[in-house]
């Protein structure tokens, strides 16, 4: 799964969109897409985690980010498969370790911004006697010049770009 090539957004797939008929400021009709957010329910060796909801983009890298971020994927674990199922909205993913997180998935914290998130276990309990700190970044120079990046982008950002910033809207200025 892990490879050199970089993962981009893909604005054009037409199964993230659907077109709407609406009215422009002018009051002249136009058709535009729109993204679309669909329910995919993660499972880890056949528990259910956690149904999110998803434009459906790369659900495989969403499955074992989320996975890794909740701690329960851990940097020694071998993934052994992950199967999608779009039509169901199901994705599993299997490790070589024996999993089993229902003590866990019953304490959650809601965290605060418009998506709502959700945070299972102990929030602090992985940071714990931690003298690290992470450094959020979001905005235009943030995230477009995040480290790992090649070339700089510019501040202006083409429209397929806007959703990248969008995530940024927790809060924090683009």
Do not use: W
């Not at 957004?9 to 993204?35: F, K, S, Y």
């Not at 276990?121 to 006697?129: E, N, P």
Request: with cysteine; glycine share 10%.
């Amino acid at each position: 799964m892990v490879s050199d090539e970089r993962l981009q957004p893909t604005p054009d797939d037409p199964r993230l969109t659907e077109p709407v008929r609406g009215i422009d400021q002018d009051g002249n009709p136009v058709n535009v897409r729109v993204v679309v957010e669909r329910p995919l329910t993660l499972f880890l060796n056949g528990q259910e985690i956690v149904t999110m909801m998803t434009i459906g983009d790369y659900p495989d890298y969403l499955a074992v980010g989320y996975l890794a971020n909740q701690n329960m994927l851990l940097p020694g674990d071998a993934i052994t498969g992950i199967d999608h199922d779009e039509d169901l909205g199901v994705v599993v993913v299997r490790t070589d370790r024996e999993t089993d997180y229902e003590a866990r998935l019953k304490k959650k914290t809601l965290t605060s911004g418009c998506a709502q998130g959700t945070v299972f276990g102990d929030l602090m309990g992985s940071s714990r006697g931690s003298n690290s700190r992470p450094t959020p970044s979001c905005g235009r120079r943030g995230f477009m010049n995040s480290p790992g990046r090649s070339t700089p982008r510019p501040a202006s950002i083409s429209p397929p770009a806007r959703f990248m910033v969008a995530s940024c809207a927790n809060g924090t200025s683009p």
